[in-house]
């Protein structure tokens, strides 16, 4: 053969098989994906106590109890993509997960990104700051912590961001990836306070109780609701979990398995 | 048939078209270039139909945005232009320290001292057999601490400084050690201290061969600024990740992020060129 009649047929063949490539059955709706494929794919990131690794290794905590019971309920398995907080929004529009279950705080900003059911639970902001240095600066009030030289630290993209915004705007402050290092800044000195939701203050506060302080009490500030996250067109989606939502709430369930892992530590067993 | 070969053989370079028979119309030099642009636009296509099928709502229009505001006549810049600054002055501090402590190391490692020769070497395997993100976490949340400052744009820098310093310490013992012994001997015969005899023969002499190389780890230099994202200096990936976690626009920041390091590493890669072209004509 030579080299024309070659090209003559690599060509077509490759725009073949380019083209069906490129295409794809029109999707039905999250729920017909995870009825045939027998598994529910939820996006999560670790926070202590919502979701956490065991000693074993495995997941474990609240989000992790509220996903295996939709699997149960839709007699399906699940399999769990603990990812980056900041990145989780974006990964479930690029399609790696069916659903967001981490205590994800229901915004305007995100709901134009993604579609929110109604809430399973709720979560306020409160701050965990270094007693020491705050003295050393008199930082006292609302308006004292207001100011230039006060550093915050929070978790990249997390609710209390938009908490900063509001309260303190004129204060510094450092994004981390990870609750440890947001956490170890004010450790450190070199930060003042760590916004983050509770009951996670309240916990570093009572394992840091020489160097840490709530200034302004326990979880002043913010109420908001934790809802389950689902990409955009896809009402079956949302009608069905705002229902399975409801059906717990009405049962008791969603409130019995919150206050297990948030009214007490008694899992702490397992993580440490 | 020709009962001249041609110079290269038949399975030469199409480019040099002897005189006697052109080349055909498959390895000719129009051809290359209809390949070529094929080739692009295939993956263009590609790329398209991918974003296509992901049903993904592109918002570029929201981009302009993120690197200016005009509130009330007055230009805002914004989260992208303020970090791209910072990377700026990350980089130009970030080169100052890269070299001078490249020079340093790379004298001491080849003086006579034995404790000069140990720290060198000691401090180069350190530093080159370590990741990165692992030094600039021990720099801020260790060494910060120990040493009694706060703050994260200068311990970034001097982690940076130090981390690429032992590669270009290696670079210029390179350029060192390729000028010709006799050179040494010479300006040493004529009276220069060795102070003196590196400065007036040696170097001059070092530099030329040190800056394609260099260039390397000065852009080097550049693509790990990012890593300083990890621990909240305010440099341009930082603020993308930030812009992102606001907005949720992650492709188009991404690419955009993108194509603004892409620009500043060619801008630096086009000066070292010109450098070396300065160099090379004073010969």
């Known amino acids: ?272 | 048939m020709s009962s001249v070969a041609s110079p290269e053989g038949d399975a030469g370079a199409p480019r040099a078209q002897s005189r006697t028979h052109s080349v055909p119309w498959w390895r000719s030099a129009w051809f290359d270039v209809v390949q070529f642009v094929l080739l692009l636009g295939l993956i263009a296509w590609f790329a398209w139909r991918g974003a296509d099928a992901m049903g993904y709502r592109w918002q570029w229009y929201r981009v302009p945005g993120f690197f200016y505001r005009k509130v009330d006549g007055a230009i805002i810049w914004g989260p992208l232009v303020n970090g791209l600054v910072v990377t700026l002055e990350i980089a130009a501090w970030g080169l100052v320290l890269t070299l001078v402590i490249g020079l340093v190391t790379a004298i001491l490692r080849l003086s006579d001292s034995l404790a000069g020769r140990a720290l060198a070497v000691g401090y180069l395997e350190i530093v080159r057999n370590t990741p990165l993100l692992v030094q600039v976490s021990i720099f801020y949340f260790v060494l910060q601490p120990l040493l009694g400052f706060n703050n994260p744009l200068w311990a970034g820098i001097i982690c940076l400084g130090f981390f690429e310093g032992a590669f270009a310490s290696e670079v210029i013992r390179g350029g060192i050690m390729s000028v010709v012994r006799g050179q040494w001997e010479a300006g040493a015969a004529v009276g220069l201290s060795p102070s003196d005899n590196y400065r007036f023969v040696i170097l001059p002499q070092a530099v030329p061969i040190m800056l394609p190389p260099m260039a390397g780890v000065l852009i080097n230099l550049i693509k790990h600024s990012a890593v300083l994202s990890f621990v909240a200096v305010f440099e341009l990936t930082t603020e993308a990740r930030n812009l992102i976690g606001d907005t949720f626009l992650s492709f188009e920041v991404w690419f955009v992020i993108g194509i603004m390091y892409l620009c500043l590493t060619i801008s630096l890669s086009a000066l070292v060129a010109w450098l070396e072209r300065r160099v090379r004509s004073r010969g």
Not at chain 1, 187 to 210: C, I, M, Q, R, W
């Open chain 1, 1 to 272: 053969m030579n080299r024309f009649v070659r090209w003559a047929v690599k060509i077509p063949a490759l725009v073949l098989a380019l083209t069906l490539t490129g295409l794809q059955g029109a999707s039905a709706g999250v729920i017909e994906d995870i009825q045939q494929r027998g598994k529910i794919i939820v996006g999560l990131s670790t926070f202590v106590p919502w979701a956490m690794r065991a000693k074993s290794g495995e997941l474990i905590g609240f989000e992790i109890d509220v996903a295996r019971k939709l699997a149960e309920d839709m007699g399906v398995e699940v399999e769990f993509q603990p990812t980056a907080f900041d990145g989780i929004i974006p990964a479930l529009v690029a399609k790696k997960f069916d659903l967001v279950i981490t205590g994800m705080a229901l915004k305007p900003k995100r709901n134009l990104s993604v579609n929110f059911t109604r809430p399973y639970a709720y979560l306020k902001v409160g701050m965990a700051a270094n007693k020491a240095k705050a003295e050393k600066d008199g930082l006292k009030t609302l308006k004292d912590w207001n100011q230039s030289k006060v550093i915050l630290t929070i978790k990249r993209g997390t609710a209390p961001g938009e908490t900063v915004a509001r309260l303190f705007p004129q204060a510094k402050l450092r994004q981390f990836d990870d609750d440890a290092q947001a956490l170890q800044d004010v450790l450190n000195g070199n930060a003042h306070g760590f916004l983050t939701s509770e009951p996670k203050p309240t916990h570093y506060v009572l394992d840091n109780p020489n160097v840490l302080y709530h200034p302004f009490g326990i979880a002043p500030w913010d109420p908001t609701a934790s809802s389950i996250a689902v990409r955009k067109g896809d009402p079956d989606a949302l009608n069905f979990l705002d229902n399975w939502i409801l059906y717990h709430e009405l049962d008791g369930w969603l409130q019995q398995t919150h206050d297990k892992w948030f009214k007490t530590r008694d899992w702490k067993k397992l993580v440490e």
